[in-house]
């Protein structure tokens, strides 16, 4: 005997496809209507949960997302500096005023009354007016 006349003993068993008719009938044992008698993926999506957790950005009005800008009154300004200082984010981080990875810093109203030099700061009217009103300089 040799290698290619070699027979199997058994045949190889025939799978049946579910849904097909046969000996379990029209359903083939998966039931009748909803979503695990259908053909296909039977759950949701992992990734799906993790979609419809993040908001909705609608609208053309969205502007993306908001700057971390942190308010500073001019009073807290005035007891850390000495007169003619120059203040700008970058000072305030390493002073420990301000926190944060690159943050704007909005300058609030208050008293002042020291000659104090602003760099890269947002201002309000009032904050503005009492820097000016006092000598400092605002870039």
Request: with cysteine.
């Amino acid at each position: 005997m040799q290698v290619h006349e070699l027979k199997t003993i058994h045949k190889a068993k025939k799978i049946q496809r579910v849904g097909r008719g046969g000996k379990r009938g029209t359903y083939s044992g998966k039931g009748v209507k909803g979503q695990s008698s259908r053909a296909g993926r039977k759950k949701m999506p992992r990734i799906r949960e993790f979609i419809k957790r993040y908001p909705k950005l609608r609208g053309y009005r969205h502007s993306g997302i908001p700057k971390n800008i942190v308010n500073i009154s001019l009073d807290v300004l005035a007891k850390k500096f000495e007169e003619g200082a120059v203040i700008s984010p970058e000072i305030l981080i390493k002073m420990k005023i301000v926190r944060g990875q690159n943050p704007g810093v909005k300058v609030l109203s208050g008293k002042i009354v020291k000659k104090l030099n602003f760099e890269n700061c947002q201002f309000s009217e009032s904050a503005k007016k009492a820097v000016e009103k006092a000598g400092g300089t605002i870039k």
